[in-house]
């Protein structure tokens, strides 16, 4: 069972009942368990319980792709004069090689997702995907302080990106309400 009851849920599972004091991926986590297997996007479960909309407008990337370019050759670069320093035995100049590798690589990983896509920091939907994804890290934290059997099936189960689906293996059947089987309130 995974049910709204006034500003809490209460949740079933293997068991044994819990009772949570109601958080937003409380409600994201009630809407995907109850669409299994189903593509959810971030932007819905983000705006949901919200009377606005995240829109699809776009955002420059966070590193354009001549900046992108120039990181990653200056990257090849620092490869070989990292060798070198090492060959040389300069360990001091190969600590500081390795410093501007390690910030190179930290920029280009915030700057590119999955796939090499860029990141569009002003993007409405990396800021859903971003929120959606934590509101659902502190939820399964809520969760594991109180049920760790049920935030590790959770855990397992549920994708999260712009794309946020529960797949359950084994398959868990969810009932929302003891008494009608009502969906559940998302007030």
């Known amino acids: 069972m995974f049910t709204r009851d006034g500003d809490s849920w209460v949740i079933s599972y293997a068991g044994q009942e819990i009772r ?12 995907l368990v109850f669409a299994p297997g189903q593509a959810i996007g971030a932007s819905t479960l983000a705006a949901a319980g919200t009377t606005g909309a995240v829109s699809d407008f776009g955002a420059d990337p966070v590193l354009d792709h001549k900046a992108q370019q120039h ?4 990257l090849t670069e620092l490869d070989a004069d990292i060798d070198d320093a090492r060959f040389r ?24 997702g999955l796939g090499h896509r860029d990141r569009r920091p002003g993007d409405d939907r990396e ?7 934590g509101r659902i890290k502190d939820a399964l934290g809520r ?5 760790p059997l049920l935030a590790a099936h959770l855990g397992r189960s549920i994708s999260t990106g712009r794309i946020c689906v529960y797949r359950p293996d084994p398959a868990t059947r969810w009932t929302s309400d003891r008494a009608a089987g009502r969906p559940p309130d998302r007030a």
């Open 20 to 31: 949570l004091r109601d958080v937003k991926g409380l409600g994201d986590i009630a809407t």
């Open 71 to 74: 990181f990653r050759s200056r």
């Open 89 to 112: 035995r300069d360990l001091a100049r190969a600590a500081e090689l390795e410093d501007e590798q390690a910030f190179l690589i930290r920029e280009l990983s915030s700057a590119v």
């Open 127 to 133: 800021r859903a995907r971003k929120a959606v994804a």
């Open 143 to 147: 969760i594991e302080a109180v049920h």
